[in-house]
């Protein structure tokens, strides 16, 4: 009876252990810098679709690079979605990422990435937002880097200086020009006495209730206030006022003129982790990421740019086209030079 019961051990020991096996390595985990809010309805979409079951941790990109970093080889992640290239820069500098196939390389139309060991999912471009009731677009320059000569807007622009966006500006704008040219625009911003906010949506607020005149912010504010959306507003109200979104609400997209830094396109992006289980449901994720499905999900939901030349916009939103040339080329990689950015902002007293 001893024996029969040993080998009943043995045999249950192994269906276990081979259990929970054949589970770790079809599942897959997904590592987001993106708000839950904004991906939740991709995840839920792709397991639908696949059958896959995929598990997604949450948090901001410096909170998962912390976090990846602790877990070293032993992190339970395969796939690593970010919120700007930076952070994908500074996981690549890491050793975490691994090379992506031609055949995910290839998708994207633009923002590609240079090394290969990362693809584009969306793009979002910095802008100027104005109120038409108070501003004529006429008389706003041509470059960001003359707002600061705006001496009849003193005390009526806003920023978000401790905004990951704003950094991401600050950050091209060092090493697009030089620190000297980064350093002096933003001490003569200070001279125009701009009012500071923690993000985007109280800023916009603002020029819609005639606080401020303008301020610096990304395309996708301006288009949740008019129609919707998701990031920042959610849906319920809480931001839109009891009407909703407003097609005619009083604020306006100014962009500066093709090619200045003003319009920079910051890049979301998606990688495959060297600690990935399974590299093919890691890949067939990002490849469903770059989908015309998801492409236009990220247009017409979140309002921002495809990466891919499929996907077709909302028609209240400027061409592809036409969004890519406003940006001036830079390498997106970059943006992983942050140190230098916060270091002149404590300096200046911003943050």
Known sequence: MKQLTKVFLTVLTIFLIGSCTQSSSDQLVVYSGRSQALVKQLVTDFKKQTGIDIEVRYGNDAELLAVMSEEGDQSPADVYWANTTGALAQAKEQGMLTTLPD??????????SASGEWVPVTARFRVLAYNPETVNPEDLPSSVL???????????????????????????????????????????????????????TP????????????????????????????????????????????????????????????NLALVTGVSQLKTADNPKLAQKFISFLLSKQAQEYAAQS??????????????????????????????????????????????????
């Open 103 to 112: 055949s995910l390389i290839k998708k994207p139309d633009a923002y590609q």
């Open 146 to 200: 003359d707002l600061p000569k705006m001496d009849g807007f003193k005390g009526r622009i806003g920023w978000t200086p401790t905004y990951s966006s704003f950094y991401d500006f600050i950050t091209a704008l060092r090493l697009t020009e030089d620190n000297e040219t980064a350093k002096k625009w933003l001490l003569n911003m200070q001279l125009l006495n701009p009012k500071a906010y923690s993000s985007n």
């Open 203 to 262: 800023m916009v607020q603002a020029i819609m209730a005639g606080e401020i005149d303008l301020g610096l912010t990304n395309h996708y504010y301006v288009i949740q206030t008019k129609h919707g959306g998701k990031e920042g507003y959610f849906e319920d109200h809480e931001h839109y006022g009891e009407e909703g979104p407003n097609p005619d609400a009083n604020i306006e997209t100014y962009h500066f003129d093709n090619g200045d830094i003003g």
């Open 302 to 351: 979140v309002n921002e740019y495809p990466v891919t030349e499929k996907a077709e916009l909302p028609k209240y939103m400027l061409e592809a086209k036409e969004a890519l040339e406003l940006s001036p080329d830079y390498d997106y990689e970059q943006l992983k030079q942050l140190e230098g950015t916060l270091n002149m902002l404590r300096e200046a007293g911003i943050i």
